[in-house]
Antibody
Framework: QVDLVESGGGVVQPGKSLRLSCSFS????????MHWVRHSPGKGLEWVAA????????YYEDSVKGRFTISRDNSKNTLYLQMSNLRRGDTAVYYC??????????????WGNGTSVTVSS | DIQMTQSPSSLSASAGDRVTITCQAS??????LSWYQHKTGRAPKLLIH???NLQTGVPSRFSGTGSGTNFTFTITSLQPEDVATYYC??????????FGGGTKVEV
């Protein structure tokens, strides 16, 4: 059984930074592409970023390009999201999500319980 | 970007009713579509992948059909525990990956 546990969320002022982490267990982390997906009540689910199983390829939603960086450490079974220059519109619950394969053009078959990020002055 | 238009945005039905949700893609996505169930305060759950394949462990009252641009998700006999918001999502070979706007289902 796959288990994903996010951490690092909190309340932060606009323009500040935050790093989210996701601890992964249950199957071989390095075999799967990973995503960050966020949910806000007004917007529903929104894909944020993806990374291939070996971290060679990374993709971002347009509104976070240049501000967010997805990364992974396969030796630590951990996924990260470094968020900089945060905006009020980034307020959401952020989910760490596993792809069904090494890439990311697949369904998302395991989700963490999410970590809440609130951007407010 | 591929836009996913999901309807209705909400519905209310009785236990035992048949419920249908539709999702239309702005471009042909073949069968690269999944459906998720999102209960309040919980992690979203994959129900259907590749448009019509039931995820392991998901009850058979859930089903999906379609290909190209038009897709349908059905709950054949609505149960009280099915109260949730349901989302379609496309994962065709382009970025960004996109979700439909969601359908809130009440019983």
């Amino acid at each position: 059984q796959v288990d994903l546990v996010e951490s690092g969320g909190g309340v932060v002022q606009p323009g500040k930074s935050l790093r989210l982490s996701c601890s992964f267990s249950g199957v071989n982390f390095g075999d799967f592409g990973m995503h960050w997906v966020r949910h806000s009540p007004g917007k529903g689910l929104e894909w944020v970023a993806a990374v291939s199983h070996d971290a060679t390829n990374k993709y971002y939603e347009d509104s976070v390009k240049g501000r967010f960086t997805i990364s992974r450490d396969n030796s630590k079974n951990t996924l990260y999201l470094q968020m900089s220059n945060l905006r009020r519109g980034d307020t959401a619950v952020y989910y760490c999500v596993k792809s069904t394969s090494a890439g990311y053009h697949n369904a998302m078959d395991a989700w963490g319980n999410g970590t809440s990020v609130t951007v407010s002055s | 970007d591929i836009q996913m238009t999901q309807s209705p945005s909400s519905l209310s039905a009785s236990a035992g009713d048949r419920v249908t949700i539709t999702c239309q893609a702005s471009h042909d996505i073949n069968n690269y579509l999944s459906w998720y169930q999102h209960k309040t305060g919980r992690a979203p759950k994959l129900l259907i992948h590749d448009a019509s394949n039931l995820q392991t462990g998901v009850p058979s009252r859930f089903s999906g059909t379609g290909s190209g641009t038009n897709f349908t998700f059905t709950i054949t006999s609505l149960q009280p525990e099915d109260v949730a918001t349901y989302y379609c999502q496309q994962y065709a070979n382009v970025f960004p990956l996109t979700f439909g706007g969601g359908t809130k289902v009440e019983v």
